[in-house]
Structures are given as structure tokens and as C-alpha cells.
């Protein structure tokens, strides 16, 4: 179930730097680069602009968690969890080691907004939407609910026991610095990055 809202954005809530995740209470804050996933119950949120986040819940086994990804594919130097390939192989194998079974496991995912435009032809919001679905479709676990693409900022609180997803449209005062973090992120590490459909299984 997703239920699309508009609201203010508060205050951010950020990990350490070299946290996994930030835990708030029973509340978890996934950053760029983050994978976060729990066997007990979680309310988990992120904050996407060309980034996506994808949410993977076993709704047998209860169990379920967050990545964010800021760009498709692999690194060609490094492994790194801003990077598609990596952020959803963390995230399937994490769940696994939790208790989920693979077999059941569904996905929910969000994001991929042209908030920055000029990158490339083709905006890497749209680039990781399709890696998403290539990979989820590869790798046969069913993406039941997605919301990519338009031009505003979105807040996604995912529920790991339930596997609710709800998004909001980020308030247009909270855009400029969810742009300019990913950004400097994708200029940093673009000329890194390997653009390729073709997925390694595992």
C-alpha cells in the first residue's frame, strides 16, 4: 500500500560519518549510500531526489530494510553501497542473514527525480529507475509498487514489519539542499561509475 502525501520536511537527521545507519528509537534514517534492515519492527525514512531507495520486506518472516542509491551500476575501483550493483546485493544478502527467505522477499521502490538537470542526456534519475527494475526483474523478486521519476524531492517512511511504504512530496524550501548533496556526490564519483545492463548474479 502507498499512500502519496505533500508536507513541510523537519530538521535532517544524519548519521555519523562511517555509520551504516543513523538509529533513532525505533526509527532509522537512511543517508545516501546506506543500507539499513531489521528484524524487528522499524519505521523507516529517506529523503530522494535523482537518488532511489528500494524497500525489500519477506511478509512471511516480517523482516525488512532500506537502501539508497545515488548512482546505478558499479564502481570500477571500489566497492561502495552509493552504487546500485552493491546497495541492493548489501540489501538482499543483510535480510538473509536476518531470518527473510529470498524466495518470498517483495520490493517497493521510490525516487529518481530530475532535480538536476545537465548531468548527461539521459538523467541519472532515470538511469537508476531502470537499473532498479533490471535488476529486481533479473534477480525474480516481484516489484510491487514504485513511484519514479517527476521534478520534486520526495520523504519515503517504509515500515519493515508491515512493508507500508508512504510518500510524501518534499516542501519545495527543502529542494535546494536535497540537490545540492547529490550533486556534489554524483560529481565526485560519475567519472567512477560503470553504466551497464548487464547484472552479476550471486
Avoid: W
Avoid at 516489484?143 to 516542501?171: E, I, M, Y
Avoid at 529542494?175 to 560519475?190: F, G, I, N, T, W
Wanted: net charge positive; hydrophobic share 40%.
Amino acid at each position: 500500500m502507498i499512500q502519496i502525501k505533500k508536507i513541510s520536511f523537519p530538521a535532517a537527521r544524519t548519521a555519523a560519518p562511517g555509520d551504516k545507519y543513523s538509529r533513532l528509537n525505533n526509527r532509522m534514517r537512511v543517508n545516501i549510500g546506506e543500507v539499513a534492515t531489521s528484524a524487528e519492527p522499524c519505521d523507516m525514512d529517506t529523503v530522494l531526489g535523482s537518488c532511489v531507495a528500494v524497500c525489500m520486506h519477506d511478509p512471511m518472516r516480517r523482516i525488512g530494510g532500506m537502501n539508497h542509491i545515488l548512482l546505478p551500476g558499479k564502481c570500477l575501483n571500489r566497492v561502495n553501497t552509493r552504487y546500485g550493483v552493491y546497495a541492493m546485493e548489501l540489501l538482499i544478502n543483510e535480510l538473509m542473514k536476518r531470518g527473510a527467505d529470498r524466495k518470498k522477499m517483495i520490493a517497493k521502490a521510490f525516487g529518481g527525480a530530475c532535480v538536476i538537470p545537465g548531468i548527461q542526456q539521459m538523467p541519472i534519475g532515470d538511469h537508476n529507475a531502470q537499473f532498479v527494475r533490471e535488476f529486481l526483474a533479473t534477480e525474480r523478486i516481484p516489484l510491487v509498487a514504485q513511484r519514479f521519476g517527476g521534478k520534486q524531492a520526495v520523504l519515503v517512511r517504509f515500515r519493515t514489519d508491515t512493508g507500508k511504504a508512504v510518500v510524501h512530496s518534499v516542501d519545495g524550501s527543502y529542494l535546494p539542499r536535497v540537490v545540492s548533496e547529490e550533486k556534489s556526490y554524483e560529481k565526485a564519483h560519475l567519472a567512477d561509475v560503470l553504466f551497464t545492463g548487464e547484472i552479476t548474479l550471486f
